[in-house]
């Protein structure tokens, strides 16, 4: 069974600082895609970043990033200059590309404060 | 493009009693999921659709909860009867069978409080 760990509960950043977040899954799956998803208070889970397993170079989309290293099987994510709207919960999640339709898997969650 | 769309947002109910929650997916999409997330955790599959068909089910409480997916489209989930434990966000969420895509799109969720 495919597992995704967050191994940090909480973390912290200063406004305009860049601060990044860490994910580890385990799959034997060699096709897959990996996403970051921000969860404010409100509940609604908003895709961030998505990086498919096939593709060698890091995704980006605006000031977010993320280093994905397929053979550690590690995937974090790198917010830079933070703003205040940033602070959430982000979860990281796994999908497998299965013919018969893919389970998405997902963290337990980092809840990121940004502080003025 | 409208986005899932989810109903009641919340509900509050006493334990035993039964509630039903209502998800309408994004037009194509062929996957549905259910998922429960419990405060401060990450969310739970419960249930997932492929068009009308259960794809997986293996960590949805039979004894209690039950879900349908109609032709394919809207999708109910019920509890019956509601323990306390059953209290957290109710999330569904669509796919489409997209090989370039793969991200799943959320509703707002339904907020159970069962007291």
């Known amino acids: 069974a495919q597992t995704v760990t967050q191994s940090q509960p909480e973390m912290s950043v200063q406004e305009a600082e860049t601060v990044t977040l860490s994910c580890t899954y385990d799959t034997s799956e060699s096709d897959y895609y990996l996403f970051w998803y921000k969860q404010p208070p409100s509940r609604q889970m908003i895709l961030v970043i998505r990086?498919?397993?096939?593709?060698?170079q890091n995704a980006t989309e605006n000031r977010f990033s993320v280093n994905f290293q397929k053979a550690a099987k590690s995937f974090s994510l790198k917010i830079s200059d933070s703003q205040l709207g940033d602070a959430a919960m982000y979860f990281c999640?796994?999908?497998?590309?299965?013919?018969?339709?893919?389970?998405?898997?997902f963290g337990e969650g980092t809840q990121l404060t940004v502080n003025p | 493009e409208a986005g899932v769309a989810q109903s009641p947002r919340y509900k509050i109910i006493e334990k035993r009693q039964s509630v039903a929650f209502w998800c309408n997916p994004i037009s194509g999409h062929a996957t549905l999921y259910w998922y429960q997330q419990i405060l401060g955790q990450g969310p739970k599959l419960l249930i997932q659709f492929q068009n009308n068909g259960v794809v997986d089910d293996s960590q949805l409480p039979k004894d209690r909860f039950s879900a349908e997916r109609l032709k394919g489209v809207d999708s109910t989930l019920k509890i019956q009867p509601a323990k306390l434990e059953d209290s957290a966000v109710y999330l569904c969420?669509?796919?489409?069978?997209?090989?370039?895509?793969?991200?799943?799109?959320f509703g707002q969720g339904t907020r159970l409080t069962v007291v």
């Open positions: 999640a796994y999908r497998a590309w299965e013919t018969s339709g893919s389970r998405l898997t």
């Open positions: 969420a669509s796919s489409a069978w997209d090989r370039t895509r793969g991200e799943a799109f």
């Open positions: 990086q498919e397993a096939y593709k060698q």
